[in-house]
């Protein structure tokens, strides 16, 4: 069992930038892939950025240039560097995990493949 818990969120204006974390619970935390995803209201949950365990990342279309997943295994924290943050970025941003994630396709972006996921933290981008 592994307990995410996101925190970061907050308000900023366009242009600026947030770090969000993830921090899991266990000891096991360096064999999980860790995904972020976002959703707004009425809408489905999508795919934002994905870390391997190994440390391969992967991102959205919407995001490449602008946002950076990485991990620090001995803290047990997956992070989400946002920078350049636009009025489309507002959303509440979810992390997730399990281990053995496809590499190869979409896997890693579909809400399906993860078992564990954190509560949420809200990114509010204003102009």
């Known amino acids: 069992q592994v307990q995410l818990v996101e925190s970061g969120g907050g308000s900023v204006q366009a242009g600026g930038s947030l770090r969000l974390s993830c921090e899991a619970s266990g000891r096991t935390f360096r064999r999980y892939d860790m995904g972020w995803f976002r959703q707004t209201p009425g809408t489905e949950r999508e795919f934002v950025a994905f870390t391997t365990s190994g440390g391969r990342t992967f991102y959205a279309g919407s995001v490449k240039g602008r946002f950076t997943i990485s991990r620090d295994n001995a803290k047990n924290t997956v992070y989400l560097q946002m920078n350049s943050l636009k009025l489309e970025d507002t959303a509440v941003y979810y992390c997730?995990?399990?281990?053995?994630?496809?590499?190869?396709?979409?896997?890693?972006?579909?809400?399906?493949?993860?078992?564990?996921w954190g509560q949420g933290t809200q990114v509010t981008v204003s102009s």
């Open positions: 997730a995990a399990d281990s053995g994630i496809k590499e190869t396709g979409t896997w890693y972006m579909k809400i399906d493949e993860y078992a564990y």
